[in-house]
């Protein structure tokens, strides 16, 4: 089967590992565990205790590299829990996301891993290290997609995290540092499971529908969460020694330049505002085209002036216009108030300051000019989240030792590893999307592509233990408390 066309799951096929009933011993329910704080919670156990194997003198990162064809053909089989024909649809809490899930904790129970649902309902399978006094280094993605999206996006990374444990697992491995590989829940309806164990999830929340049909809240329980005490689900700053997330681009940046691996500097800040031009309605057929104060013109003016101040300013930015309302929208009237959204993205809050107060002050220039007036009101952030410097360079080295072209490059997409760096450093690792696509049936990069950014994650996730670095919290912010 291709991956990029996967075909909808039937009830009992071949991917339905295990059953319901044994995925729900995994939940942290209102039980004893749950009163544990979360960096120490055990939590019911769902797979076999095993004493780790003696690693076999000579292994060291250096000659480990993982099993390309076994990591593709997981990735197959995973696409094979969606509701759609082409592509996969596996929203956030469905049966999709559950049996998906169903399936890779019977996997990790298999490898060994103590396996466990959290408050947040992200599922993770924990691998014990030789220093249990040394905090975890956490690997992962998320599995949940868009509607109609694709079979990539979030899955090359969580599929090349497993990949990556297993290989150690069949190598005999001993990692020095306890590895806990994390599929992060509804990533695409809100980063609900990374933003809730880094303090960033509102009370308010749960009660979002997600595109599932289901609460936030009551996704979360189906799942085996429970987000009624936020609090309980709060993960502490300095509770893991790293976090390291394999991804698809979602860009045309390295398929365009045909090269192997991005090396994320950060994923960018987002702001967006509501700006609102104010002229006068009237009669489109009387009044004289030098008398008009038409609100539509100077937004004409402003949206372009947004796209050229955005490109003649230096950067890596970008700034969008995506939605446009004109009132009263008649035909034959001058619209009198127009309204659109506009969107900056930046790896710096004060680079989007920068591009703000340049658009702010070109928009006020023009609107005078044509005798209306212009508002901007902000109603949403995004904060930046730059990637741990130590970790970039061992990444790209990791990267150019397996011979592999290796760029450093923002993320201008959110991933959950932007909450994550609220509790120690993170690393992103990218491979190319063909032709830019994503959150598409036509999303798709190649098995040679997804080996390769595994491989360089399992090296730097070795690196990392062995040389007990970067180690700390990054503190991008402070934590909300729900």
Same mark, same amino acid.
């Given at each position: 089967m291709s991956r990029g066309t996967g075909s909808a799951r039937r009830p009992g096929g071949p991917a339905a590992a295990i059953s319901r009933r044994r995925f729900g011993t995994l939940a942290l329910g209102a039980t004893a565990a749950a009163a544990v704080p979360w960096p120490l919670r055990a939590g019911p156990r769902g797979g076999r205790r095993h004493? $780790?194997?003696?690693?076999? +003198?000579?292994?060291?990162?250096?000659?480990? $590299?993982?099993?390309g @064809?076994?990591?593709?053909?997981?990735?197959?089989?995973?696409?094979?829990?969606?509701?759609?024909?082409?592509? #996969?649809?596996?929203?956030?809490?469905s049966d999709e996301d559950l049996a998906a899930r169903e399936w890779l904790s019977d996997i990790m129970a298999g490898l060994g891993l103590d396996v466990y649902v959290d408050r947040a309902a992200n599922l993770i399978g924990r691998r014990r290290g030789t220093d249990p006094s040394l905090a975890p280094i956490l690997l992962g993605s998320h599995i949940d997609s868009v509607?109609?999206?694709?079979s990539y996006d979030g899955q090359v990374g969580s599929i090349g995290a497993l990949e990556a444990v297993a290989t150690l697992v069949d190598a005999g491995r001993e990692t020095r540092h306890p590895l806990e590989l994390v599929i992060w829940a509804n990533e695409e309806g809100g980063k609900t499971g990374s933003r809730a164990v880094a303090g960033e999830t509102l009370p308010w929340e749960v009660d979002i529908v997600t595109a599932s049909g289901f609460m936030i809240g009551e996704g979360t329980k189906r799942l085996g969460g429970d987000l009624t005490d936020l609090a309980a689900a709060l993960r502490e700053p300095g509770?893991? #020694?790293a976090y390291l997330e394999l991804h698809i681009e979602q860009g045309f940046v390295l398929d365009r330049g045909g090269l192997d691996i991005g090396v994320v500097e950060g994923i960018v800040g987002i702001r967006r505002w509501t700006a609102t031009i104010d002229g006068f309605a009237n009669h489109a057929g009387t009044t004289p085209m030098d008398m008009r104060q038409d609100a539509m013109v100077t937004a004409a003016r402003i949206i372009d002036a947004v796209h050229v101040t955005a490109r003649? $300013? +230096?950067? %890596?930015?970008?700034?969008?216009?995506?939605?446009? #309302?004109?009132? +009263? =929208?008649?035909?034959?009237?001058?619209? =009198?108030?127009?309204t659109f959204s506009l969107e900056i993205r930046d790896l710096s809050m004060d680079g989007i300051d920068t591009v703000f107060q340049a658009i702010r002050t070109r928009a006020e220039e023009i609107a005078a000019a044509d005798g209306t007036t212009v508002s901007l009101e902000q109603f949403y952030e995004s904060r930046a989240a730059p990637t741990d410097p130590r970790l970039r360079d061992r990444i790209e080295t990791e990267a150019r030792e397996l011979g592999y072209t290796a760029l450093r490059m923002p993320s201008g997409a959110g991933h959950d590893a932007q909450s994550v760096a609220l509790l120690g450093p993170v690393g992103m690792i990218f491979v190319p999307s063909r032709d830019g696509i994503s959150h598409s049936p036509l999303e798709y990069t190649s098995p @040679? !592509?997804?080996?390769?950014?595994?491989?360089? $994650?399992? %090296? #730097?996730?070795?690196?990392? @233990?062995?040389?007990?670095?970067?180690?700390?919290? !990054?503190?991008?912010?402070?934590a909300r408390r729900g």
């Open positions: 004493a $780790l194997p003696r690693t076999p +003198p000579g292994v060291s990162h250096q000659n480990l $590299l993982v099993d @064809d076994r990591l593709n053909r997981r990735l197959d089989e995973l696409a094979r829990f969606s509701s759609a024909a082409e592509g #996969t649809t596996r929203l956030a809490y509607p109609a999206g694709g509770s893991l #020694t003649e $300013l +230096p950067g %890596r930015h970008v700034a969008t216009v995506g939605r446009l #309302t004109a009132e +009263p =929208g008649a035909p034959n009237v001058i619209p =009198g108030r127009v @040679d !592509q997804i080996t390769a950014g595994a491989n360089v $994650l399992l %090296r #730097t996730l070795l690196a990392i @233990d062995e040389q007990d670095t970067p180690g700390g919290p !990054q503190r991008a912010g402070r």
